[in-house]
């Protein structure tokens, strides 16, 4: 073993001596030589939001030798990225799935189906909690995955799993990449997710990816997949090979904060600029907005574009005030002092432990959480002089009390049930209706009395 270290935009663990580092692809370093650099899942090329990391790295990483791993329908415009920059490729490996994977054809019904080994993949929190919830009800234990768990807890829920002190696993799309388990089935209880702009079906390369989570080299002999509806749709999808990948993603670049004139007009004449054929330009509309919002304060473009790049839920209100309100005290005094926010979120803390309500108090929770986050960026960017390392150490001690005390929460299971909100009646995972039958019956007889009597 080597000592690495670890950098995210929410994680920070700097090993002394260290000889290696792993980091989200954001957080890389293009300034920097490297012996040798590895570039993971580089189909995310393509995704409107985050993609231009991924042409940024492969484009402009200084390295004698760079490995890049991706799915094959993202080999054509990955080549001809390094054939646009003069670069040579040396070698392709391909490698094939090491256990055969396997449709499960009977009749999956929830939760009666549910098996040792199974992974339940839903696709959002509400579906997650919902689900687990159920289970709980019915005896049958399970670890939660999905991607608002802060790192630690979707560690330790995962764990849990593993070591078999769970008989499942329900999760969100958050299980198709970096996580390596003892699944022997993958369900798909939902064949829809929302994606940022609407509610979609599930890519065939998006459900190969998650089905191949089943089946472990070790463990089993070959994996499973099922699905508790539209079974046809999934089986399709399983056989189709994807569409190669056609454009890469460009983000705005920081150079452009030189050109004359306001940050915002510059990204919108960005917006509006060609690109080769070959490059998408990233959504840029969360930026822009806060980019002008900011305006209205400094006109510091360096500064500006700094503070509009700290990653954070923009549709969260909390996050958004928090944000705003941090970023006015970096314009103010040039650096952000964290005593009085900090003294704010110690007493949301208390108050999310009190919380008797287990779902509000996971909401709450991972909210908080999401503030140290935040925070965590503010003091890396725009720290205090001379306590910046202290600051972090405090933000990184609060992060792991938060994720303890959330993980120990869901440990616990006290998950409360969806419930008909007329008569209190426990309703069924995957209902979509807030009255149970009886009472939507109940209420439509008394419109259609009422409707015959006038």
Same mark, same amino acid.
């Given at each position: ?25 954001? @957080? ?10 590895? $570039? ?74 549910? @098996? ?8 959002? +929190? ?11 009800? +019915? ?98 999808? @399983? ?5 190669? $990948? ?8 920081? @150079?452009? $904060? ?183 019956? +109940?209420? +439509? ?10």
């Amino acid at each position: 073993f080597l000592p690495c270290s670890l950098l995210t935009g929410e994680e920070e663990d700097i090993m002394p001596g260290a000889t290696h580092i792993s980091e989200t692809i954001e @957080m890389a370093d293009l300034s920097r030589h490297y012996d040798m650099a590895v $570039i993971d899942e580089a189909q995310m090329i393509s995704d409107p939001s985050r993609g231009g990391a991924w042409t940024a790295a492969i484009l402009g990483l200084c390295a004698d030798e760079i490995h890049i791993c991706m799915a094959p329908h993202a080999e054509s415009i990955i080549r001809k990225l390094i054939a646009y920059c003069g670069d040579e490729i040396v070698e392709t490996d391909r490698r094939d799935r090491m256990t055969p994977l396997i449709e499960d054809t009977e009749d999956f019904s929830f939760p009666e189906s549910v @098996m040792r080994g199974d992974a339940l993949i839903v696709f959002s +929190k509400k579906s997650v909690i919902s689900c687990a919830a159920e289970l709980q009800a +019915k005896g049958i234990s399970c670890s939660m995955i999905y991607g608002a768990l802060p790192y630690e807890t979707r560690r330790a829920e995962t764990d849990r799993f593993a070591k078999g002190e769970t008989s499942v696993v329900v999760a969100t799309d958050a299980i198709g990449m970096g996580l390596n388990l003892p699944i022997k089935r993958v369900v798909f209880l939902e064949t829809e997710k929302f994606d940022g702009y609407g509610r979609r079906d599930l890519l065939p390369e998006e459900i190969q990816q998650i089905a191949g989570r089943a089946g472990r080299k070790g463990l089993y002999e070959c994996g499973y997949y099922a699905s508790s509806k539209r079974k046809s749709f999934i089986r399709s999808s @399983m056989t189709r090979s994807p569409s190669a $990948i056609l454009f890469a993603r460009l983000g705005f670049p920081r @150079m452009l $904060i030189e050109v004359e004139g306001k940050l915002s007009e510059v990204m919108k004449r960005w917006i509006h600029i060609e690109t080769e054929s070959f490059f998408l330009k990233t959504d840029l509309t969360e930026e822009l907005g806060l980019c002008q919002w900011l305006e209205g304060l400094t006109d510091d473009k360096e500064m500006t574009y700094r503070l509009m790049y700290i990653p954070f839920n923009t549709e969260n209100p909390e996050l958004l005030t928090l944000w705003k309100e941090s970023a006015k005290m970096v314009i103010d005094r040039g650096y952000v002092d964290i005593d009085d926010p900090v003294c704010q979120l110690d007493e949301e803390f208390g108050e999310a432990v009190c919380e008797s309500d287990t779902n509000k108090k996971i909401q709450a929770l991972e909210v908080l959480h999401q503030k140290y986050d935040m925070f965590h960026n503010f003091v890396r960017l725009f720290g205090m002089p001379g306590r910046q390392n202290w600051d972090k150490k405090l933000i990184r001690k609060r992060k792991k009390e938060i994720s303890k005390e959330l993980t120990d929460t869901i440990r616990e299971k006290k998950l409360k049930r969806r419930k008909c909100m007329v008569c209190g009646r426990n309703l069924p995972f995957g209902y979509p209706y807030k009255l149970c039958q009886p009472c939507f019956e +109940k209420k +439509k007889f008394f419109e259609d009395f009422f409707e015959t009597v006038d």
